[in-house]
């Protein structure tokens, strides 16, 4: 999978060097690409951001960097590949697990990530009209410009792609993956400060053990996220749901 990544603050996603992902870049299971925005800015000091139109707080960035800068990185596609593009955006679409399972099937993403109070407008619809363009917001708060959001959805989603994760069984038992919570995880010693470690993980019944996470499972997110249930399981068992 390639991922292109357009910021002002390309320093940000050296963070993506470290660890599985790193590890995965170096092995070129995935190809990261971080681009400068203000390379594409060509005024003495290189600005990328002008007040609102129309009045108001804060900044906007222009629209001339960005369609420089998207338009360099289309410019590199492979053939028959058509990227999907990404404006990390607190006003796009909730990003779900489900979401990065869909992601993760594409050969190209192009995260776009704006600073201040967006980027203007003309730029989403420009590549809406080329290609396919989402925004996509990580949850209902607010960050001070897409970067962070970016490295959150790039870990989600390229996790998910082949060869990224060393054990794939790891990925199917996590909260999420079926729509629930994950249950609680133990290991040795079996006391510790006088805790016990559940007696029936150590029993080696693996029914029971499964039953028990299951349980587990279903009371957690009955506790923390309701929301995440379907009527069935707020009954009881752990079948299809929302999230599949
Ligand atoms: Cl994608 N961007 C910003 N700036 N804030 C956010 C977000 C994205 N998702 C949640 N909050």
Redesign the pocket.
């Given at each position: 999978m390639r991922i292109d990544i357009v910021s002002i603050f390309p320093g940000y996603f050296d963070a993506l060097e470290l660890s599985l992902l790193g590890k995965a870049k170096q092995r070129g299971v995935i190809d990261v690409r971080v681009h400068e925005l203000r390379e594409h800015a060509h005024d003495k000091h290189r600005t990328v951001d002008d007040t609102p139109s129309g009045g108001g707080a804060g900044m906007v960035m222009k629209p001339e960097p960005w369609g420089e800068a998207l338009d360099s990185v289309l410019g590199t596609t492979e053939d028959g590949v058509e990227p999907l593009i990404i404006f990390?955006?607190?006003a796009?679409e909730v990003?779900t697990q489900r979401m990065a399972r869909e992601l993760a099937q594409e050969p190209h993403l192009v995260f776009g990530c704006?600073r201040y109070e967006g980027i203007d407008q003309r730029v989403f619809e420009e590549y809406a009209e080329r290609g396919r363009v989402r925004l996509?917001?990580?949850?209902?708060?607010?960050?001070?410009?897409?970067e962070?959001?970016?490295i959150a959805m790039v870990e989600a989603i390229a996790r998910l792609v082949p060869g990224v994760v060393g054990n794939p069984e790891s990925l199917v038992e996590e909260s999420h993956e079926d729509g629930l919570l994950e249950y609680p995880s133990y290991t040795k010693p079996a006391l510790w400060r006088g805790r016990a470690v559940p007696p029936v993980l150590l029993g080696g019944n693996h029914a029971a053990i499964a039953a028990w996470r299951t349980e587990q499972s279903i009371e957690r997110t009955r506790r923390v996220r309701p929301e995440l249930l379907t009527s069935e399981q707020r009954g009881e068992s752990r079948g299809r749901h929302a999230a599949d």
């Open positions: 990390p955006s607190p796009g990003f704006g996509v917001s990580i949850g209902d708060y607010i960050l001070n410009g897409g962070v959001a970016t």
